[in-house]
């Protein structure tokens, strides 16, 4: 069987398509990088938002076209499996397999049934399975924990991925040896709320360790670099702060949503802290961290949001000083307490709102990032960037940065980059060694040079 498989949505899932790839393989499947080379093609949808389900929807159309052509078996996997939306797009659109994201071990079996196959239970084997690590990669994700015990108004994740499961800390160990072993450099552990490690029924009961302390043993197992995501404002405690600080592996680099700079608002949203809670926890981590990188979500024109409100969002940035954000028109999504009980805004006021945040974000990343220049910064060279001869990769506040080849410095790998030039969007650098002196650049190919030097290219 050859399968291609396609991914929507947050680095959750990407961990889950790496997981379900994994057991395609050990079935004997081949990963193909292609739709038209694969008889399976297993799409990862993703449900928090409209734009995402329109795209799988206009895949599977698609799809549906090419079924009637050749023989081809589609699946459907992730968020939208999981919900009734997405169970009747599958039917119109003749979905043959449908894994919600607690059935995904569901796989093999789903390969042998031969028949349609459908399977939406959150099952406790997920916990436990270790997934191979990803094959010639520096970073790797790893899920401490999955599903969400908040209920914020606008979002369907509890629905679509369930009540809070902590997975066990030796699992998550085991896993991290094994991504160790296999040369990675930078683990990103993964939950919708990995603040909230440790605090589930199950987890309380077994004793697990709690985030701030699961940071600290996880900085113990040599890694060189750990990166979380995401964390509930909520469930941010002081010695998470601590934690990082004392534990030299955990980047400087925090992620806290805030949806939202209205108190108003948030209450709306059941985001169950206010403006000032929020900015208690940035102060906190600023106290902890003085030179911490700080990014959030930010949802614009939830409904009933007043220009006052939108007003206190743009304070709030100006408040905190983000380097970066990910900001988002709310949508309506069927299932969620605000679809059901609150009218949405108009579509233009929403837009314009985007647009002016985005001015802000972009004043704050200009800003950010140029006072990067002159700085000496710790960059994981992904691989090959877009001109030839450059690296590209991202730095611990995961800045994303460039810089020219050098001597001793060709290829992936975590090096020292001194920075010379910034833009909002990007941190441009020159590599140096231990010294602190600049590693001298590998020459550059040019093609223009070459076509001039090349006798036969004279005509
Ligand atoms: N509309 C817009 N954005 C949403 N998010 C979650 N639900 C919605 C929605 N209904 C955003 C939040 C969350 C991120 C993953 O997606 O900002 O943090
Ligand atoms: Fe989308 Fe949320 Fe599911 Fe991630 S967990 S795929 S963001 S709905």
């Not at 961990?15 to 008889?39: C, K, M, N, R």
């Not at 698609?62 to 919900?83: E, F, S, W």
């Not at 806290?256 to 208690?280: C, F, I």
Request: charged share 25%.
């Amino acid at each position: 069987m050859k399968a291609h498989l396609i991914t929507y949505g947050c680095q959750m899932n990407e961990y889950d398509t790496h997981l379900v790839e994994s057991q395609l393989v050990s079935f004997g499947a081949d990963i193909v990088p292609s739709v038209d080379e694969a008889d399976f093609v297993l799409i990862n949808t993703c449900a928090v938002r409209g734009k995402p389900v329109d795209k799988v929807r206009s895949l599977l159309g698609d799809l549906r076209k090419q079924k009637a052509q050749r023989p081809l078996v589609v699946g459907m996997m992730g968020c939208l499996a999981q919900l009734e939306e997405g169970q009747q797009i599958a039917r119109k659109f003749e979905v043959d397999v449908l894994l919600g994201p607690g059935s995904l071990l569901d796989i093999g079996q789903a390969l042998e049934a031969n028949e349609r196959f459908w399977g939406l239970q959150f099952k406790d084997e997920l916990h436990g399975h270790i997934p191979p690590p990803p094959q010639g990669k520096l970073q790797a994700h790893l899920t401490i924990m999955r599903g969400c015990d908040h209920h914020c108004t606008y979002c369907i994740v509890p629905t679509t991925r369930g009540p809070q499961v902590s997975r066990h800390p030796d699992d998550i160990l085991r896993e991290l040896d094994m991504q160790l072993s296999a040369g990675v450099q930078e683990v990103t552990l993964l939950g919708q709320n990995v603040n909230a490690y440790g605090v589930d029924q199950g987890a309380k009961l077994a004793g697990y360790p709690s985030f701030a302390d699961l940071l600290r043993l996880v900085g113990r197992s040599g890694v060189r670099r750990i990166k979380f995501t995401t964390s509930h404002p909520m469930n941010f405690t002081e010695d998470v702060a601590a934690a990082m600080a004392e534990t030299p592996a955990v980047c400087e680099y925090v992620h806290l949503p805030v949806q939202s700079g209205s108190s108003r608002v948030l209450r709306r949203m059941a985001r169950e802290y206010t403006r000032e809670k929020y900015l208690g926890h940035i102060a906190e981590i600023k106290k902890h961290l003085p030179d911490v990188v700080l990014a959030t979500d930010i949802i614009v024109g939830f409904p009933g949001e007043t220009e006052e409100d939108f007003a206190e969002t743009l304070s709030l940035y100006d408040e905190v000083g983000y380097d970066s954000a990910y900001m988002f028109i709310y949508s309506a999504r069927p299932g969620t307490p605000s679809y059901r009980h609150f009218a949405d805004l108009p579509r233009e006021l929403k837009t314009e709102r985007l647009q002016r945040l985005i001015v802000k974000q972009k004043e704050w990343s200009a800003r950010k990032n140029a006072a990067k220049v002159g700085t000496v910064q710790e960059v994981l060279l992904r691989g090959e960037a877009h001109e030839s001869g450059f690296l590209e990769g991202h730095t611990r506040g995961n800045h994303p940065t460039v810089v020219p080849k050098a001597v001793g410095a060709s290829g992936p790998g975590v090096y020292r980059a001194r920075i010379e030039h910034a833009t909002p969007h990007m941190l441009y650098g020159r590599l140096i060694g231990a010294d602190g002196q600049d590693l001298p650049e590998l020459p550059r190919f040019n093609p223009e040079a070459a076509a001039l030097s090349h006798p036969l290219q004279m005509v």
